[in-house]
């Protein structure tokens, strides 16, 4: 109590004024037409923009919300997208009068994820992904992202998966030039993050800066035609057959968060394909 | 006791009514633009005595400046100015102490002190006065000049005015 007296007799001038200069204002303005306008204009100027600050830090605590909502979104399309389809149709003819929608059946399917433990230092770069078994996500399927692709799983626990990132120098991607039809390899030999070298591609081949790359879709682990970036740059080695081509990648390796794990359903039959295979040699 | 609230109780009703019955109806203007109003009604603040706690300083100017804001139906405008002002006086009387010191009961008149004391004391309370006086009637900064260009209009009327009034009448508080 004789604290509160002490403060109010110390700053208690202190408060009247200030309480005395806040009704005088509110008098102003409330009964004075000129000042109040200008208030009511500033007012706005002011609470307009501590709405809009509100605004964005909310819509920031909302972006989890927004990210799950676009991953769904995307896997919708992108299982709607005719490369997630497999065609079958199978007549004897040699013109293919017209395409037969009803005999696309799926073949793709994807899991979205989001990329949990990510190295791009090394030269065996692996990245962990919050999916796994439980989610249908396997080893030996692949991980794209919305700008290209991102790696291959290697090993699966109930709800995580280990990847093998595109940056690995033990990695080899099934690649083609878009348009053009020309396959190849895609490997990488570490060092800069941003590029892929594609190799056996036969140097009578035209290959030129700019053309794009994807991936060729002659493999159980990527749909064929997803982009995977540019050629930069590409020459034939002397005493060589085959090209050396600089694919600038499209996909940030450093920002990416959200992948897609490839979920082949033809996958069982892939594998049977293989036994046999296997026991014929 | 009596004898000081009938004094400034008198003084305070002089003030108002030649506040707004002659200074507000003869036009100052405009120049250019500007208008010079004088203000005399803020020596009832300026003259109290020295002793004159800091809360009733706050109160009576509110209240004056509430009556004269009736008169110009400019609700808490002059309200606001007059507070401020009174607000500042202590400080200011601190910074403007004579050698000799002042004596708490008597007022601050120039019969009291002397005249360039008093000018002095005059000048910068009306200056505080037309500062926020006029910040309050522009209310945006968008127009600084406009309030500097009048506060230096007003000042020199207002000065001029208060220093008639004080020689004419040359009150002892």
Same mark, same amino acid.
């Given at each position: 109590?004789?604290?509160?007296?002490?403060?109010?007799?110390?700053?208690?001038?202190?408060?009247?004024?200030?309480?005395?200069?806040?009704?005088?204002?509110?008098?102003?303005?409330?009964?004075?037409?000129?000042?109040?306008?200008?208030?009511?204009?500033?007012?706005?100027?002011?609470?307009?923009?501590?709405?809009?600050?509100?605004?964005?830090?909310?819509?920031?605590?909302?972006?989890?919300?927004?990210?799950?909502?676009?991953?769904?979104?995307?896997?919708?399309?992108?299982?709607?997208?005719?490369?997630?389809?497999? %065609?079958?149709?199978?007549?004897?003819?040699?013109?293919?009068?017209?395409?037969?929608?009803?005999?696309?059946?799926?073949? %793709?399917?994807?899991?979205?994820?989001?990329?949990?433990?990510?190295?791009?230092?090394?030269?065996?770069?692996?990245?962990?992904?919050?999916?796994?078994?439980?989610?249908?996500?396997?080893?030996?399927?692949?991980?794209?992202?919305?700008?290209?692709?991102?790696?291959?799983?290697?090993?699966?626990?109930?709800?995580?998966?280990?990847?093998?990132?595109?940056?690995?120098?033990?990695?080899?991607?099934?690649?083609?030039?878009?348009?053009?039809?020309?396959?190849?390899?895609?490997?990488?030999?570490?060092?800069?993050?941003?590029?892929?070298?594609?190799?056996?591609?036969?140097?009578?081949?035209?290959?030129?800066?700019?053309?794009?790359?994807?991936?060729?879709?002659?493999?159980?682990?990527?749909?064929?035609?997803?982009?995977?970036?540019?050629?930069?740059?590409?020459?034939?080695?002397?005493?060589?057959?085959? %090209?050396?081509?600089?694919?600038?990648?499209?996909?940030?390796?450093?920002?990416?968060?959200?992948?897609?794990?490839?979920?082949?359903?033809?996958?069982?039959?892939?594998?049977?394909?293989?036994?046999?295979?296997?026991?014929?040699? | 006791?009596?004898?000081?609230?009938?004094? !400034?109780?008198?003084?305070?009703?002089?003030?108002?009514?030649?506040?707004?019955?002659?200074?507000?109806?003869?036009?100052?203007?405009?120049?250019?633009?500007?208008?010079?109003?004088?203000?005399?009604?803020?020596?009832?603040?300026?003259?109290?005595?020295?002793?004159?706690?800091?809360?009733?300083?706050?109160?009576?100017?509110?209240?004056?400046?509430?009556?004269?804001?009736?008169?110009?139906?400019?609700?808490?405008?002059?309200?606001?100015?007059?507070?401020?002002?009174?607000?500042?006086?202590?400080?200011?009387?601190?910074?403007?102490?004579?050698?000799?010191? !002042?004596?708490?009961?008597?007022?601050?008149?120039?019969?009291?002190?002397?005249?360039?004391?008093?000018?002095?004391?005059?000048?910068?309370?009306?200056?505080?006065?037309?500062?926020? !006086?006029?910040?309050?009637?522009?209310?945006?900064?968008?127009?600084?000049?406009?309030?500097?260009?009048?506060?230096?209009?007003?000042?020199?009327?207002?000065?001029?005015?208060?220093?008639?009034?004080?020689?004419?009448?040359?009150?002892?508080?």
């Amino acid at each position: 109590m004789y604290g509160i007296l002490r403060f109010l007799s110390r700053f208690g001038t202190i408060f009247l004024f200030f309480f005395l200069e806040a009704v005088s204002v509110y008098l102003i303005v409330r009964f004075n037409e000129n000042q109040g306008r200008i208030y009511a204009s500033s007012a706005n100027l002011i609470s307009g923009q501590v709405l809009s600050r509100y605004d964005k830090v909310a819509s920031y605590f909302g972006l989890r919300h927004q990210v799950d909502f676009l991953q769904q979104e995307v896997v919708r399309l992108e299982q709607e997208n005719r490369r997630s389809f497999f %065609y079958d149709y199978a007549e004897s003819d040699t013109v293919l009068a017209q395409v037969d929608s009803t005999r696309f059946i799926p073949m %793709y399917a994807y899991v979205p994820a989001e990329i949990i433990n990510n190295s791009l230092s090394g030269r065996k770069n692996m990245l962990t992904i919050n999916r796994g078994t439980a989610h249908g996500v396997m080893p030996s399927m692949g991980v794209i992202t919305s700008n290209g692709v991102m790696g291959i799983v290697r090993h699966s626990t109930k709800h995580l998966s280990s990847v093998m990132s595109a940056l690995n120098t033990q990695i080899r991607i099934s690649a083609s030039i878009r348009n053009k039809g020309y396959f190849g390899s895609l490997i990488w030999t570490g060092g800069d993050s941003r590029y892929m070298r594609m190799v056996d591609v036969p140097k009578h081949n035209q290959v030129h800066p700019g053309d794009t790359v994807e991936t060729s879709g002659f493999s159980s682990v990527f749909p064929g035609g997803i982009l995977i970036g540019i050629v930069e740059k590409c020459w034939v080695p002397s005493g060589e057959s085959n %090209y050396q081509i600089e694919v600038k990648l499209k996909t940030d390796f450093s920002r990416t968060r959200q992948v897609y794990v490839v979920k082949n359903l033809f996958r069982q039959e892939f594998e049977e394909l293989e036994a046999k295979q296997a026991s014929d040699e | 006791m009596n004898n000081i609230v009938l004094k !400034y109780g008198l003084r305070f009703v002089l003030l108002l009514l030649f506040q707004v019955l002659v200074l507000k109806q003869i036009p100052f203007g405009p120049i250019g633009s500007i208008w010079a109003d004088p203000f005399v009604y803020p020596l009832l603040i300026m003259l109290l005595p020295v002793k004159t706690s800091k809360e009733l300083l706050l109160i009576l100017a509110f209240g004056f400046g509430l009556l004269v804001d009736a008169f110009y139906d400019s609700w808490g405008v002059h309200a606001s100015a007059l507070v401020f002002m009174a607000f500042l006086r202590p400080a200011l009387l601190r910074r403007l102490e004579p050698q000799r010191g !002042y004596t708490l009961n008597y007022g601050l008149t120039i019969r009291r002190y002397n005249l360039i004391w008093f000018a002095g004391y005059a000048a910068w309370m009306l200056a505080f006065f037309l500062l926020f !006086y006029n910040s309050m009637l522009v209310f945006t900064p968008v127009y600084t000049v406009e309030i500097l260009l009048r506060t230096f209009l007003s000042f020199v009327t207002s000065f001029l005015f208060v220093m008639i009034f004080m020689l004419i009448f040359n009150p002892l508080d």
